[in-house]
């Protein structure tokens, strides 16, 4: 059985999450995206661990089902399937290092509701889990992984958004520069590191050492529309906890992952946000690391940090990897195509009105005919889905916190696509 998962997420008790994040609002939309297993996120707040004992009903595999009485707000019907949430969480680290400030942030999965409380009741010693849904601990990540491992042996700890510059095991600014540096003895526990929006697996692919580690993607998202914007692709007989858990360490069943352009992350590039300065690798060594307006030190974002850090040139395969695809979420493309903004009622108008009448987003953007893509829709939307599946789009690469910007056609080609005239 093919289905995708989206395994890092967070709830309302989150910092800068929108109050959207509810189970039910969860179960909806990962029906909208197409997924079938999304994690709980924040396991280690107590009140939402409390609602996800409340809401959440188990059933075989260690994971769980959403209660009916709950499921108020349904999906359009041709995306009504069947959800399971799988608790996870996700747990920042700050502490010194080898003579440096480490802050690192990790997902940790768990089988069930007893292991999520030993494991929130030996962090409670450690800091306050009231405070953020992800919890802001001083504490070593090899200890934190310790500690999960000795109050549940069948977890799953996985280094969060690996390269980001400020809150990530490799990244730049308070990484290290290997996972054994960060893990000493523990790390052939460590299967698997999130590749974040800034990096995709074939920048991954550059670096040997990760050879023996599983990427994954997830989205991180902090609002209900964000689901899915990565996400993991699996095919396995049944669907449980230790299903997925194996298939994500040994990479059986495990089909491949979601992924940003990478250039559209936050971190892809190098630069400095206060003064607009965007710089590529090359020019930020021209410049000294410095910002070439004021002068400070810039943001270094993931194409460098992995090119630094790299053992293989740009461009290379790992044989038999798992393949990546690489996608741009639908209401950003129809945004494009519609030429207004992508937060307007006009785009969740025909958003609704696509899923009612192809289905799913993830449907829509891998698997549906352009024939019927064209039908349901226009030439234009037909031309847009046909250059992302390609790859052919124009990106100007985000840098220090700021998102890239994603072009699929120039002014002049859209006048030339049959059709658009009679769009919308």
């Known amino acids: 059985m093919r289905f995708f998962a989206d395994l890092h997420i967070h709830s309302r008790y989150s910092r800068a999450t929108s109050p959207e994040m509810s189970l039910e609002s969860l179960w909806r939309w990962a029906q909208i995206k197409g997924i079938t297993v999304i994690g709980t996120g924040d396991f280690t ?46 747990i920042s680290c700050i ?35 009231s405070a953020d849904g992800r919890p802001i601990l001083g504490l070593d990540a090899k200890e934190l992984l310790r500690i999960v491992l000795d109050n549940s042996p069948e977890a799953m700890f996985i280094p969060a958004h ?35 929006l800034s990096s995709d697996p074939m920048m991954n692919w550059r670096l040997s050492a990760l050879d023996g580690v599983t990427l994954i993607s997830n989205s991180d998202a902090h609002s209900p529309a964000k689901l899915g914007r990565e996400a993991n692709i699996f095919d396995l007989e049944s669907i449980s906890y230790q299903s997925l858990s194996e298939a ?16 559209e992350g936050k971190y892809h590039y190098d630069g400095h946000r206060a003064c607009g300065v965007n710089l590529s690798p090359e020019e930020t060594l021209h410049h000294d690391f410095l910002c070439p307006v004021c002068g400070k030190s810039v943001t270094v974002g993931v194409m460098h940090r992995v090119g630094k850090l790299a053992d ?66 226009s030439a234009l939307l037909r031309e847009a889905i046909s250059r992302m599946r390609t790859g ?10 700021e998102y890239g910007k994603v072009k699929i056609f120039e002014e002049v080609e859209r006048k030339e696509i049959k059709g658009q005239k009679r769009l919308f």
């Open 162 to 196: 690996a390269w980001t510059p400020h809150f990530s095991v490799l990244g730049a600014n308070s990484g290290f520069d290997s996972l054994k540096e960060c893990f000493d003895e523990l790390t052939p526990h460590i299967h698997a590191i999130e590749t974040g």
């Open 312 to 377: 293989r040139p740009t461009g290379f395969k790992l044989p038999n990897a798992p393949p990546f695809y690489s996608l741009i979420p639908l209401p950003e493309i129809l945004s494009e195509v519609m030429k207004v903004g992508v937060n307007s009622k006009a785009i969740g108008k025909e958003y609704l009105r696509l899923l009612e009448s192809i289905g799913n987003e993830f449907t829509i953007l891998m698997d549906t005919p352009l024939d019927d893509i064209e039908r349901e829709g």
């Open 248 to 263: 994500i360490r040994m990479r059986k069943g495990f089909l491949g992952t979601i992924e940003f352009f990478p250039e």
């Open 392 to 401: 052919n789009v124009h990106i100007v690469p985000g840098y220090d916190g």
């Open 45 to 90: 707040h107590p009140k939402w661990l409390q609602e996800l004992k409340e809401k959440l009903d188990v059933y075989d595999g260690n994971l769980f089902k959403l209660k009916e009485s709950y499921q108020r707000e349904n999906a359009p019907l041709s995306c009504t399937s069947d959800v399971s949430f799988l608790l996870t969480a996700e």
């Open 95 to 129: 502490y010194s290092k080898n003579g440096r400030v480490r802050k690192i942030h990790a997902i940790v999965m768990v089988p069930d509701i007893p292991a999520a409380e030993r494991i929130n009741t030996a962090l409670s010693r450690i800091g306050n889990l």
